[in-house]
């Protein structure tokens, strides 16, 4: 059998799938849009509770998985193939990145100005649920949809060591002899799909901020050539990361990319009051709790002002295009750890660091708004999110400087997600592919080049925003795909626990 080669029954039709999309949003752009924004707004309105429960169940199963005794399993014979910092430096930056680097700074800003459960705008009690509600999206509620699939995969890939980077594959104790059938490709197909969409909201989020802080720096004006010179320099960089592989690229950009991130910190803490901010930290959990059900499974349906869905539903919807990347990748690079140490280490290093992020840059913005030093919330009003981080960095001391640097965090940061998403989309299109290998470089590379291509023609026309919609109503099919890695951990925990019912077999 013929090892590392183009898995063609995935790679073409997703490949066409994508391109489809792409001319028609170049052909029709108008009609396009409308089309996408009709079907969101009717997953969300009429489906939206789906969402919500999806997120419920996966919380919970990730708590049993890590707290059952399935949790002393190890996955493979092996050491850590990975020290703790570089592992989670990679888990964390292949997550949200960007969406978190730029969100964290303004999202408790459209809170404060449109607060949830009727809070009234811009009032003392809406600064404290504006903290809150941002850390709840992207805490650890969030991370758990990854948890299901992750255990899934890496059983596949380390307890049952079968070659195959795939969904479909950790989906066998479900679809057993159709695996490897239509329903296996269909998967894997919607895998691809789900993840070039998500990736495309990074890039929606993040070229826009660059392009805006680099006409800020030199005075140079926004067009289409400084778009294409971003997104080249952009591709140099993860192009580069991802031909020279896991360890010697893609382990030290994330590295690097988190020592930039620590060197930020650090800036922000000394401008930032700190105490204030710890006070606020500590009301936002004890907040959190004491509002937990309604985040969790608030719809609204009596007032219908459209905060559950236009929030926590569109975040659910966009997380779920990332669990096929955070899933693979997370698996591919947590061999010799417990299951255990794989799902609070998703739960710990990503959720907790994200709450961290807003904790601190949020609450630096909403001290600025609310001392007064400068009117975020009308800049964010007016020019959008691009105005108000430049507003907020330019408040820091040596404001140039810090404007560079935190360019360089989003294209580290970027780098690194789309870095990893390369590498996991080259992985579902290569046949046999063992743990230990890495799929053919020109392959990685090619994956790079079409998402760097494809936020290029979406400039060209306009369509970022189009495609961070679109992206979402792509995901929808991962709810059935989150289901499905719930049941397969489940039967593949108890086929083992039949196979081994000796104590010392759960060490």
Not at 285 to 300: E, K
Request: glycine share 8%; aromatic share 12%.
């Amino acid at each position: 059998m013929k090892h590392n080669s183009l898995y063609k029954a995935v790679f073409i039709p997703s490949v066409l799938i994508l391109i489809a999309a792409i001319l028609c949003m170049i052909i029709i752009p108008e009609a396009t849009a409308s089309a996408v924004n009709l079907i969101f707004t009717f997953l969300t309105y009429q489906f939206g509770w789906l969402y919500l429960l999806i997120f419920v169940v996966c919380s919970i199963t990730a708590v049993w998985i890590g707290t059952s005794r399935f949790g002393r399993i190890r996955l493979g014979d092996e050491k850590k193939e990975y020290s703790e910092a570089s592992w989670a430096a990679m888990m964390f930056t292949a997550g949200l990145g960007v969406g978190l680097i730029v969100q964290s700074f303004v999202e408790p800003l459209y809170f404060l100005s449109a607060p949830p459960f009727h809070v009234e705008a811009m009032s003392d009690k809406a600064y404290e649920f504006a903290h809150m509600y941002s850390q709840f999206l992207w805490g650890p509620m969030g991370w758990a949809c990854y948890v299901p699939a992750t255990i899934a995969v890496a059983w596949t890939l380390f307890i049952k060591k079968k070659p195959s980077l795939r969904l479909s594959t950790s989906c066998e104790p479900v679809f057993g002899k159709h695996t490897n059938g239509f329903l296996g490709k269909l998967v894997d197909t919607i895998v691809v799909v789900g993840m070039v969409g998500g990736n495309a909201t990074s890039l929606g989020l993040g070229v826009p901020i660059v392009a805006t802080i680099i006409c800020q720096l030199t005075g140079i004006k926004l067009n289409i050539w400084l778009t294409a010179g971003i997104l080249l320099a952009w591709f140099v960089v993860f192009g580069s990361a991802t031909f020279m592989g896991m360890d010697k690229g893609i382990k030290k950009l994330s590295s690097f990319n988190m020592y930039t991130l620590f060197a930020f910190i650090a800036v922000i803490l000394l401008v930032s009051p700190v105490l204030d901010i710890l006070n606020l930290e500590l009301n936002s959990i004890g907040l959190m709790f004491d509002n937990l059900g309604m985040l969790l499974l608030g719809t609204d349906p009596i007032t219908q002002s459209g905060f559950p869905q236009n929030w926590t539903v569109f975040y659910w919807a966009w997380m779920l295009t990332f669990i096929p990347v955070m899933a693979l990748f997370t698996a591919r690079i947590s061999r010799g750890r417990t299951i255990r140490q794989v799902v609070f280490g998703e739960a710990i290093w990503g959720g907790v660091g994200c709450m961290s992020a807003f904790a601190l840059f949020g609450g630096y913005s909403l001290f600025l708004q609310r001392s007064g030093k400068v009117d975020l919330v009308g800049i964010l009003a007016e020019g959008g999110r691009e105005k108000a981080i430049v507003a907020i960095l330019e408040t820091l001391p040596m404001a140039n400087i810090m404007m560079i640097v935190y360019v360089v965090l989003l294209f580290l940061f970027l780098a690194t997600t789309i870095d990893s998403t390369s590498m996991m989309l080259a992985s579902v299109c290569t046949k046999n592919l063992p743990s230990t290998e890495e799929p053919a470089r020109w392959h990685r590379v090619l994956w790079s080049l079409i998402l760097m291509l494809m936020a290029f023609g979406l400039s060209v026309v306009g369509g970022l925003q189009v495609i961070q919609t679109a992206s979402l109503v792509v995901g929808a099919p991962l709810i059935a795909v989150a289901v499905i890695a719930i049941i397969a951990v489940k039967k593949q925990f108890k086929t083992y626990e039949l196979e081994h019912k000796k104590p010392d077999s759960f060490k």
